[in-house]
């Protein structure tokens, strides 16, 4: 198990209806220790991948990608939400459906702020059906930039998102990968994958 | 002037109706060393001060938050918003008036993240009315813990909140204050603040 299964087992808490709130951790409360881990992980996993901006969506995925901005020394550019479809030729705006708020958003990017000759690293705190990711991709594939990878902490791995995107030969990196959990025990599977070789004594930023 | 004075003349635009559009390096992409000296500029300036938490409102102090967080090694909360009033046992729930959005917002926090021994230091990227201000300070009041002080990027230094939090005794620090800004002309007139002496060589913080 790396670090992230470990705190999610310690952390998380399963809530009926395939619900996992790891807020006390990542999306309400930030762990910044478990945080720069991420940021270490993600940067190891796409090592050798030239990337020169992340993007994120609002509001969670903003703090991992500060940090990995940090690391990697690139800017940052979180995509708006909006209601409101005022797509202006100022905007790059593409669609997705909100489970959590059960609704439509448009999700947009002020166009100078992606460029053709961007190698844009995706990061976001959850993957379950993919709509966020593939809204962000249509951003970046507007603008006619290059999607480096997609760096995910959380995916849920019976939900269609992650292998849509590795079926579309997306570069994926989940940290975790829940195959099943159930709310009744509050026990959870995670995929088996590969664990780092990296101390955490190593893993500080600065 | 400062690093964050020099660089909102640089790339700020101010727009008709008194705003300040900053989010070529503060609110949509990040500019990712600006935002590092911001960090560093903001413990200097909380020096001596006991901070066991940072504390913003999602989404665009999330960046700040991090690298403060990072910076200090604490846990970092963000307050959520929200329009339904579900004001319920387990969050602490404020209200504040967006004007952006032109709409009353409630603003909570759960209540394990607020603790009556937190020392926190409250940041965000804009202060104007100070209506975000108040609602996280009513936060922590009402976990019983204390406000360290309230570190703010851009202080719109005609509109009231400085003003108001600065008559509460709430230790406040605005990295840059604007006093007048034309947008036909694209002027801006800072308060003057003392200079800070830390070279910017010595501001990373990898």
């Known amino acids: 198990m790396n670090f992230l299964e470990e705190k ?7 809530k009926e209806g395939n619900i996992l ?6 999306n309400h409360q930030i762990d910044i220790d478990v945080m720069r881990q991420m940021a270490y992980e993600f940067k190891r996993r796409f090592h ?4 020169n901006k992340i993007l994120t969506i609002e509001a969670s995925g903003i703090a991992i990608a500060t940090l990995l901005g940090h690391l990697y020394d690139v800017p940052v550019v979180f995509a708006k939400k909006s209601q409101t479809a005022n797509s202006t030729d100022d905007k790059y705006v593409a669609q997705a459906y909100s489970f ?3 609704k439509m958003n448009n999700v947009f990017i002020s166009k100078p702020y992606l460029n053709a000759t961007d190698k844009v690293l995706i990061v976001d705190d959850f993957l379950a ?3 966020a990711a593939h809204a962000l991709i249509d951003l970046v594939h507007q603008a006619g930039a290059e999607v480096a990878g997609i760096g995910i902490a959380i995916e849920k791995g019976q939900q269609k998102g992650g292998s849509e995107l590795r079926a579309e030969g997306v570069r994926l990196e989940s940290l975790a990968i829940v195959e099943e959990m159930d709310w009744q025990t509050q026990t959870i599977k995670f995929r088996e994958q590969p664990v780092q070789k990296i101390a955490n004594q190593n893993l500080k930023l600065k």
Chains 1, 2 share one sequence.
């Open 21 to 26: 709130k790891v807020d006390s951790f990542l």
């Open 100 to 102: 959590t708020h059960k």
């Open 8 to 14: 999610i087992l310690q952390d998380g808490v399963i």
């Open 48 to 51: 050798g991948v030239e990337v």
């Open 129 to 131: 059906d993919g709509q």
